[in-house]
């Protein structure tokens, strides 16, 4: 048992260090990642230092406690089948779009806003902040996510492909989030998909505003309860173009909103 924590801890270290360099060196080594940056504000050293010491602490802890999880069985697998695999992607992913955007509008309210408070030091993003949190927020996050997975595999298929089927898309989005580099092309947002999943924009807006944005991969939720920036689309296209903003308090107006952007009612 000890030694399948040490390995999987170790291979949980390798996979988030592995990660969050290849973001740092397509956001800030290549032509593209620095035309189209999001905001065109540097980061400074002092941040920069600030992340990686966060880092180093949380990233082999949050890796012990997965590995203590895959340890304890706390999820219990099912043969693999197409099937279970679907049903295991359409769970993590349905239940992670539910609980994180209400707890993540819950960790901006005054009570809890503390917990959340290490992540938000980064008002404009790099790959770095992706695992800047604090321990308390780790563990929470950890626990939320997991508790409704583990608590159906004892009644529903669960696979262990399904998980990395949705693990694995989830890391790189994450990274892709906190880049502040837009990936996509101007005219993503103007399409049925782009208006129901987010871009590294999308992510980038909340860090500076704070307030709005709470979603995970899609922004429905903040459709629905009113948290959705109305020049997010705006503001994708520029920096897709490469003409991203240059103050962390610039809005754009909506006055030229294309229709598409307001079908979603």
Do not use: C
């Given at each position: 048992?000890?030694?399948?924590?040490?390995?999987?801890?170790?291979?949980?270290?390798?996979?988030?260090?592995?990660?969050?360099?290849?973001?740092?060196?397509?956001?800030?080594?290549?032509?593209?990642?620095?035309?189209?940056?999001?905001?065109?504000?540097?980061?400074?050293?002092?941040?920069?230092?600030?992340?990686?010491?966060?880092?180093?602490?949380?990233?082999?802890?949050?890796?012990?406690?997965?590995?203590?999880?895959?340890?304890?069985?706390?999820?219990?697998?099912?043969?693999?089948?197409?099937?279970?695999?679907?049903?295991?992607?359409?769970?993590?992913?349905?239940?992670?779009?539910?609980?994180?955007?209400?707890?993540?509008?819950?960790?901006?309210?005054?009570?809890?806003?503390?917990?959340?408070?290490?992540?938000?030091?980064?008002?404009?993003?790099?790959?770095?902040?992706?695992?800047?949190?604090?321990?308390?927020?780790?563990?929470?996050?950890?626990?939320?996510?997991?508790?409704?997975?583990a608590l159906l595999?004892?009644?529903?298929?669960?696979?262990?492909?399904?998980?990395?089927?949705?693990?694995?898309?989830?890391?790189?989005?994450?990274?892709?989030?906190?880049?502040?580099?837009?990936?996509?092309?101007?005219?993503?947002?103007?399409t049925l998909i782009?208006?129901?999943?987010?871009?590294?924009?999308?992510?980038?807006?909340?860090?500076?505003?704070?307030?709005?944005?709470?979603?995970?991969?899609?922004?429905?939720?903040?459709?629905?309860?009113?948290?959705?920036?109305?020049?997010?689309?705006?503001?994708?296209?520029?920096?897709?173009?490469?003409?991203?903003?240059t103050s962390l308090?610039?809005?754009?107006?909506?006055?030229?909103?294309?229709?598409?952007?307001?079908?979603?009612?």
């Amino acid at each position: 048992m000890l030694l399948g924590i040490l390995f999987t801890t170790i291979l949980f270290i390798a996979r988030s260090a592995v990660a969050i360099t290849g973001g740092l060196l397509a956001s800030s080594k290549t032509q593209f990642g620095r035309a189209r940056r999001i905001y065109r504000i540097d980061i400074s050293e002092s941040q920069m230092w600030a992340e990686f010491s966060t880092i180093i602490k949380i990233i082999p802890f949050y890796s012990v406690m997965v590995a203590i999880g895959y340890a304890l069985n706390l999820i219990r697998y099912s043969d693999f089948s197409w099937s279970g695999t679907f049903l295991t992607f359409a769970i993590l992913f349905l239940w992670n779009e539910t609980w994180f955007y209400f707890f993540h509008r819950l960790e901006h309210t005054p009570k809890f806003i503390k917990l959340h408070a290490t992540h938000h030091r980064s008002k404009v993003t790099s790959p770095l902040t992706v695992s800047a949190f604090s321990f308390g927020e780790q563990t929470a996050h950890l626990l939320l996510a997991l508790s409704i997975p583990a608590l159906l595999s004892h009644f529903v298929p669960i696979t262990f492909a399904g998980v990395v089927v949705y693990s694995v898309p989830m890391i790189i989005f994450n990274i892709l989030g906190h880049m502040n580099v837009e990936v996509y092309p101007s005219w993503f947002t103007s399409t049925l998909i782009g208006q129901f999943f987010v871009t590294p924009t999308y992510h980038a807006l909340h860090h500076s505003r704070i307030k709005g944005h709470y979603g995970l991969l899609t922004t429905i939720p903040d459709r629905l309860f009113g948290s959705y920036f109305e020049d997010y689309y705006l503001v994708q296209s520029r920096a897709a173009s490469g003409n991203g903003l240059t103050s962390l308090s610039e809005r754009l107006s909506v006055a030229q909103a294309r229709l598409p952007q307001n079908s979603f009612s």
